[in-house]
């Protein structure tokens, strides 16, 4: 079956800094989603991208759709300690399940 | 507000005695899915449901089941759980699949 390879596994840094995280498949997806999944809470969608190329900003995060459909990446600028969670990349064909990466936990020390 | 609620939150009980995990969902979503969240293996899918009456496997839904009589639930039960089901169990929801899905807070699940 499909498989997304996300990474780094786990991220640890200073308040402050900025973030990079990514996804890659084998696949082409026409959807890719990241959600951020609080300690004791389910996974909340941050940003949807449905377009190859497509670049999308909510607030501090940007995310962006590869234009092979095979990857895509999320960045986090100047981080604060509310960053801290794990955050999935997921990608999805049309009439297809969606594919969940293994997730990114991220540390951010004060 | 639109949300997604899983009872119970917590449930410690012992192999062998049937459980149910209720799911709700008040958005009118036509999609939901069960999925576990466990260490190393991120998520995966149990069942899903397209519809009312309407339901299919996942990835893992050996040792489940599930039903969907009314939209707005779709419960997950366990006939005879064992201790390789202890896990972190997610229902979500949307309102087509191809929808993002909305994700409720969780049940911890630990079988003895």
């Known amino acids: 079956g499909q498989q997304l390879n996300q990474s780094p596994q786990s991220m640890f840094i200073q308040e402050g800094e900025d973030v990079s995280m990514n996804c890659t498949s084998s696949s082409i997806f026409n959807t890719w989603l990241w959600y951020k999944q609080d300690p004791g809470e389910g996974p909340v969608l941050l940003i949807a991208l449905y377009k190859a190329g497509e670049l999308t900003s909510n607030g501090r995060l940007t995310a962006q759709f590869g234009i092979t459909r095979k990857d895509s990446f999320l960045n986090i600028s100047a981080s604060i300690p509310s960053d801290v969670g794990i955050y999935f990349c997921?990608?999805?064909?049309?009439?297809?399940?969606?594919?969940f990466g293994k997730g990114t936990k991220l540390t951010v020390n004060p | 507000e639109a949300q997604v609620t899983q009872n119970p939150r917590y449930l410690i009980t012992v192999t062998g005695k049937k459980l149910t995990v209720t799911c709700s969902q008040n958005?009118?979503?036509?999609?939901m899915s069960w999925y576990r969240q466990d260490p190393g293996l991120g998520l995966r899918q149990i069942y899903y449901?397209?519809?009312?009456?309407?339901?299919d496997k996942g990835d893992v839904p050996e040792g489940y089941k599930v039903s969907r009589k009314e939209k707005r639930n779709f419960p997950l039960i366990l006939e005879s759980p064992s201790p390789n089901q202890t896990s972190l169990y997610f229902c979500?929801?949307?309102?087509?699949?191809?929808?993002?899905?909305?994700f409720g807070d969780g049940t911890r699940l630990s079988i003895l």
């Open positions: 997921a990608g999805q064909l049309v009439s297809e399940k969606l594919v």
């Open positions: 979500a929801s949307s309102l087509y699949r191809e929808q993002p899905q909305h």
């Open positions: 449901s397209m519809n009312v009456e309407v339901t």
């Open positions: 958005m009118n979503h036509e999609y």
